[in-house]
């Protein structure tokens, strides 16, 4: 195995795309390790993206959007001052990840990387509309996240191509967002299912809506129709009902040690009108 | 006391009086391996190192069945750093019964029974070059059909894992995987159910579950061409680990020391041997280079102890009353692909245990599966018992209106009972456990919607075992204990507190070792719940011997008879005015000078503990249940059980908190999981869902103590009986939430709302 440091993105491409055999990229290595030890992977090519500049940064934009470094890992997104604050789901979902130790090294970018269905982070980062810098061989290109993921594993990455930078919407005014996800224990657990939220609202009614579900299909999914569903309502029952029927329907979970087809399909539902109000009631500022 | 005091409790050995006050007994001073622990310094398996060491490395099969065709192993020989390779037909042949059966499981010769059974090691100068090496064995295997579930095994047509293994006891015509069948019971079963207004019966299932112990198994073995050899091993035994390797590989018994670590839980599963003849079969092989080997998760979660997974019937009569007039169960157990090895006799006996009933009837059948060879798991066949024999208690108690604890008081065992397993009970404290239960105060919190309340009781036998320790006295009058049975409970303080009691001396001035196998004579495990109660009372019979032999040599210098000297408060005294004007000799004054009065002062008392005591529970659970998702949460969690004595009251708390924490578990989450091909799916703590900290809340606890006559200080042994009752406790309490009974365990969330949608 070869282990490599680069200085720059556009080194650590040009490795990744000369390389012959099997490469990972390195930055918390709280999957590729955990793989590398359990035999899972063993890579001819490890590249260390740690040592690039910049990749610890949260920073906050003019606009009001954020950038996030790479590495930066989920202990500080949650200890940042303001970036909970403007979105709650989203450092929420990402501090669900692993254990206290694991939140000292896990990142954004490692989760939606590891190409599991079931990542706690990934919803919350398709329904805040995060997008990604990629950086290949030809020069950058920007990416959302609903885009990246293509089945269990696999991800829309050609080779040599590496996430550089995540983004985030600036936040506005009258908007919240949640996570949930559902384990049958109440923590150190992988999501069964997982539902992303966030909405803006003029007054009391829906304006925007992004709905995300987790670990009931191949990939993570944006539904457009749980968004139809709330637009344009106070979030009153029969819109939580729509919602449900909406995140049910667009399930297409399997059954394996985790859980059943049934049980994922009834708990999207359940979860999606869960983190309906909880989004809702933090638009509303309460 | 004077000697002939001490000569007699030596030899009535079983009544002992116990009702007094005592002034170390019932404590709770800090343990002593308590700072070793905490800082790191204590030393498990894995964290032995002897130099020139090897490590080893295990090739699994990845099939539930299948014929060995041929293991080729000449790439893994060649490659850089390998010392050994070894194949089950490199041990020794001729091998019968339960021997043959443990070298079996050790390494398989012509056939794996288990997704994980070991086929071949190596020894290899790091532990990545043996890892590395493993991947190169060549094995072909002709692949069997296989059968996982208990019903399936025992159905016509199901895959016949051995032949020629029934036992004369098993009805003809039945399928060659039923291995053993029992039966018993006493009373007229027929006019018992007549008597009664309500007779129900029902089915209930459990799944196979772990141990779970946090420290997986590890050992460094060392064997010479002599056939002498040593192990450094977790285990809760070290005689049985000696015993077992000596078997597995032709070796004489007394030619391998055996010394035990620190050890980071057991609950049973640690009693028996895995991978540890292995490390001694590759020393062996790689010139007496000692040889390190540790389990990954995953194969401890695939290749060792499970308990059994069961199918139980079970039929009870009551009257409109709440009294039950008789109970019937049929049992089929499987514990892997080996017979024996499902605690069936165990799970009957203590089906009806709790209760005093005129008529009871037991029927068990042992099976074969394509599973792991199940070991101990705390109370072995008590919580599956529990759980269909209490189930079915609190169904009927609910169908009649009556309220689950009276209804156990009504029927419970006490002195005097005729057991539903034969014996007539001596002092025991069922009545007052339930008593104290009915009063705790987690009783008057009133439950809110979606919550439920669950009763049920439960009940291990305890054991004795052969038992084997020693003291000495040192030369400044502290005392040093040589014990045979880890600590797996705190039973160092335990023992420390009562040897401080009986000599009268501080607790700190005693401290007691956990030996290899060649400083004792032989000691069952720390199993049965054991520990405290036979280690225990042996430590105090060889400190009375210790005390005669102090009491004959003061006698002797003051020139008094040895009946008129007598032991009190860590010290020698005339036995009264006319026994002479002596002042008192301190134990510090006679270690100072035993070289001159004799020599060494030690103790020994080896013995097969009789004088156990049962110990009985009864726990208390609140849930609530998610409507809408099935997921159940412990709102409150109550433990009532009878210690006998509670030495160290922390550490009996311990014990019964544990015992919960993992009947939680099994009741909720806990499951072996296999593929269509037999393969375990989830052999790694992310998906074998033991709880967390946060799932529990603080669970708590009343000790009761009904003393045992048959122990100096009153011991029962407290380590099993709080795993019993948790599975049908909850499943009560869930049954209160939902209105709904879950009789096939883990009662998981998809188990639960299903249950919710389907009415």
């Given at each position: 195995m070869k282990y490599h440091t680069p200085a720059s993105f556009a080194d650590a491409a040009a490795i990744a795309a000369s390389a012959s055999g099997v490469t990972r990229f390195l930055a918390g290595g709280t999957d590729v390790l955990v793989q590398m030890r359990s035999d899972i992977v063993m890579p001819d090519d490890l590249i260390d993206i740690k040592h690039i500049d910049g990749v610890k940064d949260i920073t906050q934009n003019a606009d009001g959007s954020w950038t996030l470094g790479v590495a930066v890992a989920g202990a500080e997104m949650s200890e940042h001052p303001t970036l909970g604050k403007d979105w709650p789901g989203l450092v929420e979902a990402t501090d669900l990840i692993g254990s206290t130790q694991v939140q000292g090294r896990a990142t954004l970018v490692g989760n939606l990387c590891n190409g599991s269905p079931a990542a706690d982070s990934v919803p919350a980062q398709v329904a805040a509309g995060v997008t990604m810098t990629v950086t290949g061989p030809n020069g950058d290109r920007v990416a959302a996240v609903e885009d990246l993921p293509a089945g269990p594993g696999r991800l829309n990455l050609e080779k040599g191509e590496v996430i550089s930078a995540v983004h985030i919407p600036a936040r506005g005014d009258n908007a919240g967002d949640a996570y949930l996800r559902f384990i049958p224990r109440t923590e150190m657990d992988i999501a069964v299912v997982g539902c992303g939220i966030s909405l803006r609202l003029d007054g009391d009614t829906i304006t925007e809506a992004r709905v995300s579900l987790g670990a009931v299909a191949p990939t993570v999914l944006l539904v457009e129709d749980c968004a139809k569903a709330i637009i344009g309502t106070t979030l009153d029952d029969a819109a939580l009902d729509a919602l449900a029927k909406a995140a049910e329907a667009a399930c297409n979970p399997i059954d394996d040690k985790r859980g059943t087809i049934e049980f994922r399909t009834d708990v999207a539902g359940v979860l999606a009108r869960r983190a309906a109000k909880i989004a809702y009631a933090r638009a509303k500022g309460e | 006391m004077a000697l002939d005091e001490v000569k007699e409790i030596v030899e009535s050995g079983e009544n002992y009086d116990t009702d007094k006050e005592f002034k170390y007994v019932g404590t709770r001073p800090d343990r002593p391996d308590g700072l070793d622990k905490v800082t790191g310094r204590a030393k498990y398996g894995a964290d032995h190192y002897v130099a020139n060491m090897l490590h080893a490395a295990v090739l699994r099969a990845p099939h539930a069945h299948a014929r060995i065709v041929s293991i080729d192993t000449s790439k893994a020989e060649a490659a850089d750093g390998v010392k050994a390779v070894v194949i089950g037909t490199d041990l020794p042949e001729g091998l019968t019964g339960g021997d043959l059966h443990l070298q079996e499981n050790t390494l398989a010769r012509d056939k794996v029974y288990y997704d994980g059974h070991a086929v071949a090691a190596v020894a290899a100068t790091s532990a990545l070059a043996a890892k590395d090496a493993v991947k190169l064995i060549e094995v072909e295997y002709e692949l069997l059909p296989h059968v996982i579930d208990v019903d399936a095994a025992m159905a016509e047509g199901a895959p016949v894992i051995r032949e020629g293994e029934q036992g004369p006891t098993v009805p003809e015509g039945m399928h060659p995987n039923v291995v053993n069948y029992i039966e018993f019971g006493h009373g007229d079963l027929d006019a018992g159910f007549d008597a009664a207004d309500l007779v129900m019966e029902n089915t209930y299932k459990t799944e196979a579950t772990h141990q779970g112990y946090i420290e997986p198994h590890a050992c460094v073995g060392q064997l010479g061409d002599d056939g002498k050899g040593e192990m450094w091993v977790c285990t809760q035994g070290q005689w049985f680990i000696r015993k077992m390797c000596a078997a597995v590989l032709g070796l004489e018994a007394s030619n391998l020391r055996v010394t035990p670590s620190e050890i980071g839980g057991g609950f049973g599963g640690k009693t028996t041997i895995f991978s540890e003849a292995i490390s001694l079969a590759l020393s062996r092989k790689a010139g007496g280079r000692p040889v390190k080997l540790v389990m990954t998760r995953s194969e401890v979660l695939r290749a060792t102890g499970p308990t059994a997974s069961t199918s139980m019937d079970v039929k009870i009569g009551m009257k409109n009353d709440g009294t039950m007039t008789a109970g019937k169960v049929v049992f089929r157990m499987q514990g892997g692909a080996w017979p024996d090895m499902a605690p069936t006799g165990m799970a009957l006996n203590c089906a009806f245990a709790s209760y005093d009933l005129p008529a009871v009837y037991h029927e068990g059948y042992d099976v074969l599966a394509n599973r792991p060879k199940a070991a101990a798991y705390r109370a072995p066949g008590s919580p599956m018992a529990a759980f269909a024999v209490e189930s079915l208690v609190d169904e009927m108690t609910r169908k009649l209106g009556l309220d689950p604890i009276e209804v156990r008081i009504k029927n419970g065992a006490k002195e005097g009972t005729k057991s539903s397993y034969g014996p007539t009970y001596k002092k025991i404290g069922l009545l007052e456990c339930l008593e104290a239960a009915k009063a705790h105060p987690n009783l008057a919190e009133k439950l809110g919607p979606n919550q439920g309340r669950g009763v049920a009781a439960g009940f291990w036998f305890n054991h004795g075992g052969e038992t084997s320790v020693s003291m000495s006295l040192g030369n400044d009058g502290t005392v040093t204990v040589s014990a045979g049975t880890p600590d797996i409970g705190g039973s160092r303080a335990s023992v420390a507190l009562m040897v401080a009691e009986t000599l009268g001396i501080p607790y700190d001035h005693v401290r007691v070792n956990i030996v290899e196998t060649g400083a004792l004579g032989f000691n069952e495990p720390s199993h049965g719940s054991r520990a405290t109660f036979a280690t225990g009372k042996a430590a105090v019979e060889a400190c009375n011997q210790a005390i005669g032999e102090m009491c004959r040599r003061a006698a002797k210098r003051w020139g008094i008879?040895?009946?008129a000297v007598e032991w009190k408060d860590g010290a020698v005294h005339p036995a009264g005015p006319n026994a002479g004007e002596f002042p008192p000799m301190t134990i510090k004054k006679i270690g100072q000078t035993m070289g001159r009065s004799g020599g060494p002062i030690s103790g020994h008392h080896e013995t097969t503990a009789g004088g156990v005591g049962e110990s009985f529970g009864a726990h208390v659970v609140d849930v609530e249940v998610d409507p809408e998702t099935g997921k159940t949460t412990i709102l409150r969690y109550l433990v009532v059980q009878d210690a006998g004595r509670a030495i160290h009251p922390s550490y009996v708390e311990g014990q019964y908190q544990g015992g919960a924490a993992q009947g939680i578990g099994w009741a909720l989450n806990e499951e072996y999981v296999y593929d269509d091909m037999g393969r375990l799916q989830n052999p790694i703590f992310l998906d074998y869902r033991v709880p967390v900290a946060s799932d529990l809340p603080m669970i708590d606890t009343v000790i009761i103590e009904v003393p045992n006559p048959g122990h100096p200080y009153g011991v029962r042994g407290v380590g099993e009986t709080g795993i019993t009752p948790p599975l049908p406790a909850i499943a009560n309490a869930i049954a209160d939430a939902t209105g709904r009974r879950l009789?096939?365990?883990?009662?998981?969330p998809a188990k639960v709302l299903k249950a919710i949608k389907n009415g």
């Amino acid at each position: 195995m070869k282990y490599h440091t680069p200085a720059s993105f556009a080194d650590a491409a040009a490795i990744a795309a000369s390389a012959s055999g099997v490469t990972r990229f390195l930055a918390g290595g709280t999957d590729v390790l955990v793989q590398m030890r359990s035999d899972i992977v063993m890579p001819d090519d490890l590249i260390d993206i740690k040592h690039i500049d910049g990749v610890k940064d949260i920073t906050q934009n003019a606009d009001g959007s954020w950038t996030l470094g790479v590495a930066v890992a989920g202990a500080e997104m949650s200890e940042h001052p303001t970036l909970g604050k403007d979105w709650p789901g989203l450092v929420e979902a990402t501090d669900l990840i692993g254990s206290t130790q694991v939140q000292g090294r896990a990142t954004l970018v490692g989760n939606l990387c590891n190409g599991s269905p079931a990542a706690d982070s990934v919803p919350a980062q398709v329904a805040a509309g995060v997008t990604m810098t990629v950086t290949g061989p030809n020069g950058d290109r920007v990416a959302a996240v609903e885009d990246l993921p293509a089945g269990p594993g696999r991800l829309n990455l050609e080779k040599g191509e590496v996430i550089s930078a995540v983004h985030i919407p600036a936040r506005g005014d009258n908007a919240g967002d949640a996570y949930l996800r559902f384990i049958p224990r109440t923590e150190m657990d992988i999501a069964v299912v997982g539902c992303g939220i966030s909405l803006r609202l003029d007054g009391d009614t829906i304006t925007e809506a992004r709905v995300s579900l987790g670990a009931v299909a191949p990939t993570v999914l944006l539904v457009e129709d749980c968004a139809k569903a709330i637009i344009g309502t106070t979030l009153d029952d029969a819109a939580l009902d729509a919602l449900a029927k909406a995140a049910e329907a667009a399930c297409n979970p399997i059954d394996d040690k985790r859980g059943t087809i049934e049980f994922r399909t009834d708990v999207a539902g359940v979860l999606a009108r869960r983190a309906a109000k909880i989004a809702y009631a933090r638009a509303k500022g309460e | 006391m004077a000697l002939d005091e001490v000569k007699e409790i030596v030899e009535s050995g079983e009544n002992y009086d116990t009702d007094k006050e005592f002034k170390y007994v019932g404590t709770r001073p800090d343990r002593p391996d308590g700072l070793d622990k905490v800082t790191g310094r204590a030393k498990y398996g894995a964290d032995h190192y002897v130099a020139n060491m090897l490590h080893a490395a295990v090739l699994r099969a990845p099939h539930a069945h299948a014929r060995i065709v041929s293991i080729d192993t000449s790439k893994a020989e060649a490659a850089d750093g390998v010392k050994a390779v070894v194949i089950g037909t490199d041990l020794p042949e001729g091998l019968t019964g339960g021997d043959l059966h443990l070298q079996e499981n050790t390494l398989a010769r012509d056939k794996v029974y288990y997704d994980g059974h070991a086929v071949a090691a190596v020894a290899a100068t790091s532990a990545l070059a043996a890892k590395d090496a493993v991947k190169l064995i060549e094995v072909e295997y002709e692949l069997l059909p296989h059968v996982i579930d208990v019903d399936a095994a025992m159905a016509e047509g199901a895959p016949v894992i051995r032949e020629g293994e029934q036992g004369p006891t098993v009805p003809e015509g039945m399928h060659p995987n039923v291995v053993n069948y029992i039966e018993f019971g006493h009373g007229d079963l027929d006019a018992g159910f007549d008597a009664a207004d309500l007779v129900m019966e029902n089915t209930y299932k459990t799944e196979a579950t772990h141990q779970g112990y946090i420290e997986p198994h590890a050992c460094v073995g060392q064997l010479g061409d002599d056939g002498k050899g040593e192990m450094w091993v977790c285990t809760q035994g070290q005689w049985f680990i000696r015993k077992m390797c000596a078997a597995v590989l032709g070796l004489e018994a007394s030619n391998l020391r055996v010394t035990p670590s620190e050890i980071g839980g057991g609950f049973g599963g640690k009693t028996t041997i895995f991978s540890e003849a292995i490390s001694l079969a590759l020393s062996r092989k790689a010139g007496g280079r000692p040889v390190k080997l540790v389990m990954t998760r995953s194969e401890v979660l695939r290749a060792t102890g499970p308990t059994a997974s069961t199918s139980m019937d079970v039929k009870i009569g009551m009257k409109n009353d709440g009294t039950m007039t008789a109970g019937k169960v049929v049992f089929r157990m499987q514990g892997g692909a080996w017979p024996d090895m499902a605690p069936t006799g165990m799970a009957l006996n203590c089906a009806f245990a709790s209760y005093d009933l005129p008529a009871v009837y037991h029927e068990g059948y042992d099976v074969l599966a394509n599973r792991p060879k199940a070991a101990a798991y705390r109370a072995p066949g008590s919580p599956m018992a529990a759980f269909a024999v209490e189930s079915l208690v609190d169904e009927m108690t609910r169908k009649l209106g009556l309220d689950p604890i009276e209804v156990r008081i009504k029927n419970g065992a006490k002195e005097g009972t005729k057991s539903s397993y034969g014996p007539t009970y001596k002092k025991i404290g069922l009545l007052e456990c339930l008593e104290a239960a009915k009063a705790h105060p987690n009783l008057a919190e009133k439950l809110g919607p979606n919550q439920g309340r669950g009763v049920a009781a439960g009940f291990w036998f305890n054991h004795g075992g052969e038992t084997s320790v020693s003291m000495s006295l040192g030369n400044d009058g502290t005392v040093t204990v040589s014990a045979g049975t880890p600590d797996i409970g705190g039973s160092r303080a335990s023992v420390a507190l009562m040897v401080a009691e009986t000599l009268g001396i501080p607790y700190d001035h005693v401290r007691v070792n956990i030996v290899e196998t060649g400083a004792l004579g032989f000691n069952e495990p720390s199993h049965g719940s054991r520990a405290t109660f036979a280690t225990g009372k042996a430590a105090v019979e060889a400190c009375n011997q210790a005390i005669g032999e102090m009491c004959r040599r003061a006698a002797k210098r003051w020139g008094i008879d040895e009946d008129a000297v007598e032991w009190k408060d860590g010290a020698v005294h005339p036995a009264g005015p006319n026994a002479g004007e002596f002042p008192p000799m301190t134990i510090k004054k006679i270690g100072q000078t035993m070289g001159r009065s004799g020599g060494p002062i030690s103790g020994h008392h080896e013995t097969t503990a009789g004088g156990v005591g049962e110990s009985f529970g009864a726990h208390v659970v609140d849930v609530e249940v998610d409507p809408e998702t099935g997921k159940t949460t412990i709102l409150r969690y109550l433990v009532v059980q009878d210690a006998g004595r509670a030495i160290h009251p922390s550490y009996v708390e311990g014990q019964y908190q544990g015992g919960a924490a993992q009947g939680i578990g099994w009741a909720l989450n806990e499951e072996y999981v296999y593929d269509d091909m037999g393969r375990l799916q989830n052999p790694i703590f992310l998906d074998y869902r033991v709880p967390v900290a946060s799932d529990l809340p603080m669970i708590d606890t009343v000790i009761i103590e009904v003393p045992n006559p048959g122990h100096p200080y009153g011991v029962r042994g407290v380590g099993e009986t709080g795993i019993t009752p948790p599975l049908p406790a909850i499943a009560n309490a869930i049954a209160d939430a939902t209105g709904r009974r879950l009789r096939h365990l883990p009662m998981t969330p998809a188990k639960v709302l299903k249950a919710i949608k389907n009415g």
